[in-house]
């Protein structure tokens, strides 16, 4: 539709101040404002919020325009989104522009809350984030369906986490599923930076999203400077911290495994003259928002994170991402590497590894490489087509990248499981090198 697209650049420009749109966003645009349910696979950094934020927007002057709706009747807009950070982190950007936004999550007061639903009541509010347990909650369930003009779209931001809200995720996609249509949603929209193909199956058949409403772009960033390099114990990583944090200086983001590494990691950079703090879910909320606002104003140049840190940060100058310990899956290796280098200039990510990580990652309770078996599930399941495990004789040296030679992005998470597989197995030397998801 000729007049929504124009009303959507309209939008780009003025509420954004940007001239063109990115990569598909104009046309996942295009799908909602004309009430389809979609997916849409971006990698980090590539825009995805501005394909249900400029929609959410436009409802209202659409209604006005075409006279379906009287005025203070155009309903809500609902962001569904994983974390606090996360949702601080837009509604404060939303606001400086002057639209209207609220958010409902843990760390609203009562009051806090009773003005955001008076707003909601009396139309005065465009979008609505909210944290995930929300969809639980009969009186905000309540709540949503007596919006005056109804929810015009149900957003579900950094989908893949549904999956991390319970043990089993397909329960919880169609308890999201069920949400938006318990409340009447217009439409779904699905995003996330990364799904593979059989994830990206189940929303569709969740959420009723139509093949040709699934939008997927490469993840492709050649800016960015992948090493993996191999370490003989966990006390080498230190040396080659340091002396890479002294090579390349920076806004920088170390992810570890577990709270307590973070912690004494962030002390023992301190004592060797770093600026650095850490970041985990254990610590106290204003904590963790002052850190993150340090760090985003650049007071804070290091972090040390375990995963509860960075999800839809949007600092653009971040130039380095360590990684400290092995991420448990290449999703979410993706995914923390994709926080490098949004303003496009060169950055580096890297990644050591031992031996004993391991046996960490098989005691944390999501551990992705357990078996042999479930291994090679892991493996179909990420390239989607027959994993080969090829045993080779002999000693295998473990270090196929000892030159911290530079990976293309594409070739890089099939690189970290080279490396899991021949420091966890020993043995096990191939994959079936072609793919077609990275
Ligand atoms: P994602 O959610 O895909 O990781 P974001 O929506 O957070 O990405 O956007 C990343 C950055 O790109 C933000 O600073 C955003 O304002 C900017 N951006 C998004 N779309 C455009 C565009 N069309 N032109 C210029 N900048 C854009
Ligand atoms: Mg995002």
């Not at 986490?161 to 699905?190: D, M, T």
């Not at 650095?276 to 340090?294: C, N, P, R, S, Y």
Request: charged content about 20%; glycine content about 6%.
């Amino acid at each position: 539709d000729a007049s929504h697209a124009a009303l959507a650049r309209r939008i780009l420009t003025d509420k954004f101040g940007y001239h063109s749109f990115n990569h598909q966003q104009e046309a996942v645009i295009g799908r909602v404002l004309a009430g389809e349910n979609t997916l849409v696979i971006f990698p980090t950094g590539a825009g995805k919020s501005l394909c249900y934020q400029i929609p959410a927007i436009a409802f209202e002057e659409l209604d006005t325009t075409d006279g379906s709706r009287a005025p203070g009747q155009s309903g809500i807009s609902i962001v569904v989104s994983p974390l606090i950070a996360l949702m601080k982190d837009q509604v404060d950007a939303l606001q400086s522009r002057g639209i209207p936004v609220a958010s409902m999550n843990s760390t609203k007061t009562y009051e806090q809350q009773q003005l955001t639903r008076v707003a909601l009541q009396k139309g005065q509010i465009r979008l609505l984030y909210c944290a995930p347990e929300r969809l639980n909650n009969e009186s905000f369930i309540e709540n949503m369906k007596t919006v005056p003009g109804g929810v015009r779209l149900v957003a579900v931001d950094e989908a893949h986490c549904i999956s991390e809200w319970g043990h089993s995720f397909r329960p919880e996609y169609l308890k999201v599923a069920r949400f938006a249509q318990e409340i009447n949603a217009e439409r779904v929209v699905c995003l996330t930076a990364t799904a593979t193909p059989k994830v990206a199956d189940d929303v569709c058949k969740a959420f009723k999203v139509d093949s040709s409403c699934v939008f997927r772009t490469s993840p492709y960033r050649p800016n960015l400077h992948l090493y993996a390099e191999s370490v003989q114990q966990k006390q080498d990583k230190f040396e080659k911290t340091f002396a890479f944090l002294k090579s390349q200086p920076g806004p920088t983001l170390i992810y570890v495994t577990l709270q307590a590494q973070a912690e004494s990691l962030a002390k023992d950079l301190t004592h060797q003259g770093f600026h650095a703090e850490a970041f985990h879910a254990g610590m106290k909320a204003e904590v963790k928002l002052q850190i993150q606002d340090d760090f985003m104003a650049s007071k804070i140049p290091i972090v040390c994170a375990t995963i509860a840190f960075g999800m839809g940060i949007d600092k653009q100058d971040i130039r380095n991402i360590i990684h400290w310990d092995i991420p448990a899956t290449v999703e979410e290796y993706t995914q923390q590497i994709g926080r490098a280098g949004r303003d496009g200039k060169a950055s580096h990510c890297m990644l050591y590894i031992c031996h004993e990580d391991f046996y960490i990652r098989e005691n944390f309770a999501r551990g992705d490489l357990p078996s042999r078996t479930s291994l090679k599930a892991l493996l179909e399941d990420i390239f989607d087509e027959d994993a080969v495990l090829l045993p080779v004789d002999g000693v295998i040296h473990t270090n196929h990248n000892a030159q911290s030679k530079d990976f293309d992005i594409r070739l890089s998470p099939l690189s970290i499981i080279y490396a899991s597989l021949e420091l966890r197995f020993g043995l096990i030397r191939a994959i079936t090198p072609q793919f077609t998801q990275y």
